[in-house]
């Protein structure tokens, strides 16, 4: 595909339909280093539109890039809205993550689930600095010491935070290049990963590494979703190789080709059992942390390091 055109027209997409987040206001950063976001409302942190990507210089706080990820981690983007605004609040800083205790962090953090996240973020904090000496590493490599960061969280923060031109590589973005480039659905791709990882890099437009996976993200989570793409308002939809594919086996676009498949899956699967969630590992685990919460409030229950005592 021409690298030239697909830049053209899912900017010019981004541009139009982007969505205003929080964690991508590069405001934010400003308002970090003079210590003043604790005091601002929550329109301040929205206050922003998406041409700003293209007109600022601004690099943002890689605190920010990785509070967000990880609070993104298998949670919808409405639940982690107003969970990461609170956050923020209350630690602006990486240094002031370092300075709480875990117990505060997991209070803070209810509502959001896994909560393995929350003390990944906390034990961060700590190598940040207390080994790092407050400043975030710069590699890939060494990101990926701290915990919780994996290669898409440290890859978030080279591209996001450092202005890196590579690629950003989520469920859907995986998805929109299966689906554009290779016609197969994530997971059908007959090439390594790495090969596909390269794929991805080759994309970048040079100087551009944020805007771009941040419209590719969007274009994702808008447009080239995972069960019912929006096919017939899908710019890429005379390029798009899965479409073009399904169009000469007599589908009306890749959107109704997946349906038709999708529905022959969920009758299948139609008289499988489910496990109620009261019934289900996740929420005995949920009810568990409540108490230790609950506990922790009281006065009851102290927490040193991976230890659980009674206070």
Same mark, same amino acid.
């Given at each position: 595909?021409?690298?030239?055109?697909?830049?053209?027209?899912?900017?010019?997409?981004?541009?139009?339909?982007?969505?205003?987040?929080?964690?991508?206001?590069?405001?934010?950063?400003?308002?970090?280093?003079?210590?003043?976001?604790?005091?601002?409302?929550?329109?301040?942190?929205?206050?922003?539109?998406?041409?700003?990507?293209?007109?600022?210089?601004?690099?943002?706080?890689?605190?920010?890039?990785?509070?967000?990820?990880?609070?993104?981690?298998?949670?919808?983007?409405?639940?982690?809205?107003?969970?990461?605004?609170?956050?923020?609040?209350?630690?602006?800083?990486?240094?002031?993550?370092?300075?709480?205790?875990?117990?505060?962090?997991?209070?803070?953090?209810?509502?959001?689930?896994?909560?393995?996240?929350?003390?990944?973020?906390?034990?961060?904090?700590?190598?940040?600095?207390?080994?790092?000496?407050?400043?975030?590493?710069?590699?890939?490599?060494?990101?990926?010491?701290?915990?919780?960061?994996?290669?898409?969280?440290?890859?978030?923060?080279?591209?996001?935070?450092?202005?890196?031109?590579?690629?950003?590589?989520?469920?859907?973005?995986?998805?929109?290049?299966?689906?554009?480039?290779?016609?197969?659905?994530?997971?059908?791709?007959?090439?390594?990963?790495?090969?596909?990882?390269?794929? &991805?890099?080759?994309?970048?437009?040079?100087? #551009?590494?944020? =805007?771009?996976? @941040? !419209?590719?993200?969007? *274009?994702?989570?808008? /447009?080239?979703?995972?069960?019912?793409?929006?096919?017939?308002?899908?710019?890429?939809?005379?390029?798009?190789?899965?479409?073009?594919?399904?169009?000469?086996?007599?589908?009306?676009?890749?959107?109704?080709?997946?349906?038709?498949?999708?529905?022959? &899956?969920?009758?299948?699967?139609?008289?499988? #059992?489910?496990? =109620?969630?009261? @019934? !289900?590992?996740?929420? *005995?685990?949920?009810? /568990?942390?409540?108490?230790?919460?609950?506990?922790?409030?009281?006065?009851?229950?102290?927490?040193?390091?991976?230890?659980?005592?009674?206070?």
């Amino acid at each position: 595909m021409n690298k030239k055109l697909l830049h053209t027209v899912l900017f010019a997409w981004f541009r139009k339909h982007g969505r205003i987040l929080p964690w991508r206001m590069r405001e934010l950063s400003a308002l970090h280093k003079a210590k003043k976001i604790s005091k601002t409302k929550v329109s301040v942190l929205r206050d922003s539109t998406i041409a700003s990507y293209f007109t600022t210089k601004w690099n943002r706080d890689p605190y920010t890039i990785i509070v967000s990820e990880l609070m993104l981690q298998q949670t919808q983007v409405d639940r982690v809205l107003p969970k990461f605004e609170s956050f923020i609040r209350k630690w602006p800083t990486v240094h002031d993550l370092s300075k709480a205790k875990l117990s505060e962090v997991l209070i803070e953090w209810k509502g959001l689930g896994y909560n393995r996240r929350a003390k990944f973020l906390h034990e961060m904090a700590h190598a940040v600095v207390h080994t790092h000496k407050g400043n975030f590493p710069k590699t890939e490599e060494e990101l990926r010491k701290l915990s919780g960061v994996g290669e898409y969280t440290a890859r978030a923060v080279l591209t996001f935070a450092y202005g890196k031109d590579i690629g950003v590589v989520d469920t859907n973005i995986r998805r929109i290049f299966s689906r554009v480039m290779f016609g197969k659905e994530a997971g059908q791709v007959d090439i390594s990963t790495k090969e596909f990882f390269a794929v &991805i890099d080759q994309s970048v437009p040079r100087g #551009k590494g944020d =805007p771009w996976n @941040q !419209a590719l993200m969007d *274009f994702g989570a808008l /447009v080239c979703t995972a069960k019912a793409p929006k096919c017939d308002v899908c710019p890429l939809q005379t390029v798009c190789i899965a479409n073009l594919s399904e169009q000469k086996h007599g589908f009306r676009n890749y959107a109704d080709s997946l349906a038709t498949k999708n529905k022959k &899956i969920n009758i299948k699967k139609s008289g499988a #059992k489910k496990i =109620p969630f009261k @019934q !289900a590992d996740r929420y *005995f685990r949920g009810k /568990v942390i409540d108490i230790l919460r609950d506990g922790m409030i009281d006065g009851l229950i102290a927490i040193r390091g991976s230890t659980v005592s009674l206070a």
